[in-house]
């Protein structure tokens, strides 16, 4: 790997260049304690300060303490391996790459910044393609010191292996949280990451590739690139389950960003955590592009015409309201191309006219002009406005709806539901009906947003004071800032700070670095780049709403098609998108497995292709030390194998994680079991993972997560679960870093069809 280790002198040449290398790092890590130093005593300093002075003043003080904390935080948050490579240029020219950039008290730069252009050739460089790079160096820390390094001479072809310091990172015991890979980040991955914020890019990966770590660490490039632009607007990151975010929640923090918005998919409509869905079929329906026009029916038929002429009495006088009245305000109201909500108002004006022409007639006495004075005309527009039965017939005729509420009913009304979805067979209507106030489920979520669009917000005036408010601080924002006498150096990651930073640390409860904060807490909110993960699981409806969050189209969109649950899953990301961007995506691949060995892939592979699936099979990075085993078991010894398989994992390698999947019946048989004899020790995919070595997961919630060895319950029934397809059983055997057992009681012949050629040991 490098020339100078096959020299003599290796042992002294090494040790002299791991001393200077500590010695530059410890320089590193004094400048960082300095800054983050200085950071606290501006803190204390600004918050010493209380609250004197006009509310502008405190303001600004607020604003700037949040920054200061932001930039506390984030200095904490890079502390851990600040530093991990080195570049020597062919003019000599050395350049230290880390996780932030830095710059000593002379403004000379120390640390570049991993994400900047001068770090580039660190990821880019080849022995083909040098990028004037005479020699990249990878330096293993552990917390704040230098463990090692080791180089890559450019000049020699040796360089196109895989570096020591990614082969440890791919093979360390996993820990239940996902790492960043900030310090080896692989060419093909590099690419993807740098690319240019517009439009749709398409990453399409086998297992393993390394979708969901370029998908993160492609937030933290756009949102140092584009800063000024992405802190107005925010970076959405949506993923398939809670427990994914959860395993994915520390990385962007330690590359110091915290300011994007992560969200499942069940928790993108502001104010519902919907549940996982378990009816698969309900779910396919509700994420069919029918259902656009369900929603749309299900609101027309809440705008209604009364059977009959009707009588209401205003003020002691009767008026008479004929079915056609109602009709031409429905239309009219329609007609504006209003929400339901915001119609419905022109719905009211336009009926409160009808009958005030009627009152009219019947109150003034007649005059010349045919009119009432205009006090009088307001008084009884106002008095037929607020009369009661007037109040209930245009309520019954045109109801203000929530979208919740609307959904709620909708799938819980047979008759309802019925006439909203003409489309719907008898037996799919069965299949969507359910209880009415049954909590609310993923694919119930678009639906909802579908819904939100369709009626609006509930009128109020509250929202247009908040936007006032808004602006208003916007404004004062802009006045600070020239009146700053900071220098932007001073206050800021990169030292930019623009007046929407400033007006989001001036709303109340909010900190500067809430632009997130707030864009979760808004429907309306349109974000100014969305990357999806395990995108290949998404319905029309669910793209739908989130092609709705950024309108501008700026889309990192990844995933395995193959990898994607059910019977009929799409084979081509055309097909997807089109309706959505069309000629507007972008494809880019990744083709390396980090994860997976190559014996576990290639089974794993089989699996999908026996059963008629196209996969793409990465070469994995590693050949990998075990094959998969399959061991046939009884029933009865079902239990018995399993914990054998359990405990001898534990003993050959205990600290590592292991995943037991298991779906349905044998999920819950298998929890019961296992938390009997390792008490404590079993994590069930919610929620944080403390300590835990036994991780037990559904094959769908096991998207995207990885364990050292993992554990297959009974792979056919993950099979007939999934509607009798391979995708989840394929997503399954995919988890593993080092083991595959699959256990089954099933007889060859029912066992999935690529499986049965594992050589199988009975128990
Ligand atoms: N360049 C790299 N350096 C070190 N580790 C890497 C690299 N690329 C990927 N990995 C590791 O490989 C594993 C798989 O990565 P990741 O989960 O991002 O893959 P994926 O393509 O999203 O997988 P899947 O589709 O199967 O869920 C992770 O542990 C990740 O940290």
Known sequence: ????????????????????????????????????????QQLVRIQAQG??????????????????????????????????????????????????????????????????????PFYQATAANRQEVARRRHIMMSGRTVESFEDDVLTSTESAQASQAL????????????????????????????????????VQGGPGTGKT????????????????????????????????????????PSLGETGVVMRSLGNLYPGIEARPETDHAAAEIKGRSVMQDVITNAVMLRQRSIPETTWVTVDGIRLRVRPIQIRRAIGHARESGKPHNQAREVFVDHMVRTLYDQ???????????????????????????????????????????TPTGLVDELLSRPKYLVDAAPMLSATEIKTLLRAPGTPFTE??????????????????EAGQGSKKAQQRNLDTAEAALENMHYTLEDIGVDGVVTPEMLAAAQEPETTWASVADRAQRDRTWTYGHVIVDEAQELSHMQWRMLFRRSPLRSFTIVGDLAQASGADPSTDWGSILEPFAPNHWRLAELTVNYRTPERITQAAAQVATAAGRRVTTPTALREGDHDPELIRTTVEDLDKVLVTAVDQQFQSFPDELIGVIAVGEDYSKVHQMLEKIYPGQVWTGTGRRRDR?????????SKGLEYDAVIIVEPQHVVQQDGESVGNLYVAMTRATQTLTLITTALTNQLPAGLRDIQAKNF
């Open 1 to 40: 790997m490098t020339d100078q280790y096959a020299s003599t002198d290796t042992t002294s040449w090494y040790q002299q260049q791991l001393d200077e290398e500590r010695n530059y790092v410890a320089r590193l890590y004094e400048r960082l304690d300095t800054l983050r130093n200085e950071k606290k």
């Open 51 to 120: 609250l004197q002075g006009s509310y502008q003043n405190q303001s600004e003080r607020d604003s700037f303490a949040s920054l200061y904390q932001d930039r506390i935080n984030q200095l904490d948050a890079v502390d851990d391996r600040l530093v991990f490579g080195r570049l020597d240029t062919d003019d000599a020219v050395a350049r230290h790459i880390g996780r932030i950039g830095l710059s000593d008290n002379q403004h000379t730069r120390i640390l570049v910044d991993w994400r900047a252009p001068e770090a580039a």
């Open 167 to 202: 082969l440890s990172a791919v093979s360390a015991p996993r820990t239940g949280a996902m790492g960043d890979i900030v310090g080896t980040i692989q060419r093909e991955q590099d690419e993807i990451i740098r690319d240019e914020m517009r439009g749709v890019l398409v």
């Open 213 to 252: 770590a370029v998908a993160l660490h492609r937030a933290a490039y756009l949102l140092y690139t584009y800063r000024d632009r992405l802190a107005k607007s925010g970076v959405l990151l949506v993923g398939p389950s809670e427990a994914f975010m959860n395993y994915i929640d520390q990385v962007l």
């Open 359 to 401: 009152m009219r007639d019947i109150v003034s006495p007649k005059r010349e002009d045919g009119l009432v004075n205009k006090a009088d005309r307001s008084y009884l527009r106002q008095e037929i406005r607020q009369s009661r039965e007037v109040r209930k017939l245009l309520n019954l005729c045109w109801m203000p709806l």
């Open 443 to 460: 694919a119930d979520v678009p639906l909802i947003d579908e819904a939100a669009v369709a009626v609006g917000d509930l009128v109020s």
């Open 693 to 701: 070595n036994i991780a037990l997961v559904t094959a769908q919630e």
